[in-house]
């Protein structure tokens, strides 16, 4: 009973037995926080949260049920783009020190400075073999002693990181390395052919980090082809990336496609990200049975530029009636302004005033605008509409919960979308400046 109790008082301190991952970020002023996840091929479980000391340092402690793994460091908002993995075996204490412009630096860790060695040490080659090509050398025995002394950098790496976590990284970012002296196009459509190589997308250690996601960014954006145009350049990596991956677990998939279809988005690409969707992301979201992705994907198709917009039923007055009307039946102007605003809020009260006086400032019935008002009720945004007489008026009830505004993916007002005369949409301003300058350069190019 004795020896039983002991252990039981024992227990505690044994749950608590610790490791730390401290560090200092610096800027200290740039920073205010610090959240720490454990990372797994398809979740990120929060562990802990800091907040930075005045020096910019903080510290995490790890107890026994901190297992070892792939952990990620969150250090500002959005958490998707600003954050970085960290190796932890369960044994070591961590030290490291970030600044936003040079990175991570391990001070204490053998399998995270060891990585940090291997990616310094094989960057210092790839500039050495970029600075031979640009200076058109024709001394191949140099050429020869770079690609050599790549290949020993290489495999003494892969021996020191022998029976760690490390080790998945350098194997799987082990790069093309040449037998023979060749020309930089042979090279370089070498280098692309031969870069997933090395990269199994079923690792669960690689599934659990950013490596996958950059290793496909990086093709995706930067492998190139003189023969094709820029679209379908991005077509035909993305078709390369999809064919290493896709024996890869479907929420695997989910997570790398998903963050390509975002990027393209983000970056006005709308024709590649309903690529990504139609061929891909699609029939994994279905594989899922993801139905919230599944809307997402056919959202953005259906407000992508180019496409008819979503139709709605409109009130106008014709000849003194009330007349009920498609937007897509509208007629009589080059253009038609969709504007998604509310009488509670700020800027839109800001901005739908420019917005009437820059119509009014137009050749007549060059644009129609359609004013869609979110609102929980109607009352002060009926007295404000006869403030706007040019506008055609719609009352979007139920405000965020609108049959119109979730058409057209609305989340904040004002939100605006430009029409041809078809009702197709061209453009997408960001706000009311934005929608000036587009007029402005069309009426320059005519």
Not at 152 to 175: G, H, M, W, Y
Not at 430 to 446: H, I, P, S
């Amino acid at each position: 009973m004795k020896h039983i109790l002991f252990l039981i008082a024992l227990w505690p301190s044994i749950l608590l037995a610790q490791n730390t991952i401290k560090g200092t970020f610096s800027p200290a002023k740039d920073y205010n926080f610090a959240l720490l996840y454990k990372v797994t091929p398809t979740i990120s479980d929060y562990v802990s949260n800091a907040e930075l000391q005045e020096d910019g340092s903080f510290e995490f402690k790890l107890d026994s049920t901190n297992t070892k793994g792939m952990y990620r460091l969150v250090y500002a908002v959005p958490q998707e783009d600003y954050n970085f993995d960290i190796i932890y075996d369960g044994k070591e204490d961590i030290e490291l020190t970030f600044n936003s412009e040079t990175g991570v630096e391990f001070k204490k860790s053998t399998e995270n400075k060891l990585l940090a060695s291997y990616t310094n040490s094989m960057s210092m080659v790839t500039q050495s073999i970029g600075n031979y090509f640009s200076q058109e050398s024709k001394d191949t025995t140099a050429l020869k002693t770079i690609f050599k002394t790549q290949r020993e950098t290489q495999e003494n790496f892969e021996k020191v990181a022998k029976d760690s976590r490390a080790l998945e990284f350098i194997k799987a970012n082990k790069p093309y390395i040449p037998e023979e002296v060749e020309d930089v196009k042979t090279y370089i459509n070498n280098l692309k052919k031969h870069y997933f190589d090395h990269v199994n997308f079923n690792n669960p250690i690689l599934q659990s980090s950013n490596f996958l996601e950059e290793r496909m960014l990086n093709y995706v954006f930067g492998m190139s082809s003189d023969s094709k145009d820029e679209l379908e350049n991005y077509k035909e990596n993305i078709d390369v990336v999809y064919s290493y991956m896709k024996d890869a677990p479907k929420e695997v998939q989910r997570i790398l496609l998903f963050d390509l279809w975002q990027q393209m988005s983000d970056l006005g690409f709308e024709s590649i990200a309903n690529y990504i969707a139609e061929n891909y992301l699609m029939d994994v979201a279905v594989a899922l049975n993801d139905q919230e992705l599944l809307h997402a994907l056919i959202l953005c198709k259906n407000i992508s530029n180019g496409n008819v917009a979503p139709d709605f039923n409109i009130e106008i007055k014709e000849k003194d009636k009330l007349v009920e009307k498609k937007l897509t039946q509208l007629e009589g102007a080059e253009n038609y302004i969709i504007v998604f605003w509310s009488s509670t809020c700020s800027h839109c009260l800001d901005e739908v005033p420019q917005l009437q006086t820059f119509i009014k400032s137009l050749e007549k019935d060059k644009v129609k605008v359609v004013a869609i008002g979110l609102e929980d009720e109607p009352y002060k945004w009926k007295d404000l509409t006869y403030s706007y007489p040019e506008f055609i008026h719609v009352y979007g009830e139920g405000k965020w919960d609108n049959e119109i505004g979730d058409a057209y993916g609305v989340t904040s007002t004002p939100t605006y979308f430009i029409l041809d005369t078809d009702k197709k949409i061209i453009s997408k301003p960001v706000d009311f400046d934005a929608l000036k300058k587009y007029f402005e350069k069309e009426e320059k190019e005519e």
